[in-house]
């Protein structure tokens, strides 16, 4: 059975850090696309970032981000504990929200954001509070 499992949420202030991980088993995640979602209440859900699988570009994975977490927020990959991880700097209280990590088995050297339809394996959510 494939599994993602989020952890890593909590309560943070303004400008400060979170990391989250993403846990899989059941498959490999270097093998797959990976993407961060998330959602707050009252609105839909959104693309942060994506990372491609490994083997996709020289680099071991290409990454985008979204405009509002670029330059705070950084997706990367530990082959060796099969998790990806969601480095969350300078937190600002609109990132307040439930974050998902999906995956997707895509073979592209690039990663677009959506929304995540296309995405075909999900974890539960982790939830992510901004506040002073």
């Known amino acids: 059975q494939l599994q993602l499992v989020e952890s890593g949420g909590g309560l943070a202030q303004p400008g400060g850090s979170l990391r989250l991980s993403c846990a899989a088993s059941g498959f490999t995640l270097s093998d797959v696309m990976i993407g961060w979602f998330r959602q707050a209440p009252g609105k839909e859900r959104e693309g942060v970032g994506c990372i491609t699988r490994t083997g996709a570009s020289p680099s071991g994975g290409s990454t985008t981000y979204a405009d509002s977490v670029k330059g705070r927020f950084t997706i990367s990959r530990d082959n060796a504990e099969n998790t990806v991880y969601l480095e969350m700097n300078s937190l600002k209280v609109e990132d307040t929200a439930v974050y998902y990590c999906?995956?997707?088995?895509?073979?592209?050297?690039?990663?677009?954001?959506?929304?995540?339809?296309?995405?075909?394996?999900w974890g539960q959510g982790t939830q992510v509070t901004v506040s002073s």
């Open positions: 999906a995956a997707r088995f895509a073979p592209f050297q690039t990663c677009a954001l959506s929304s995540g339809n296309e995405y075909a394996y």
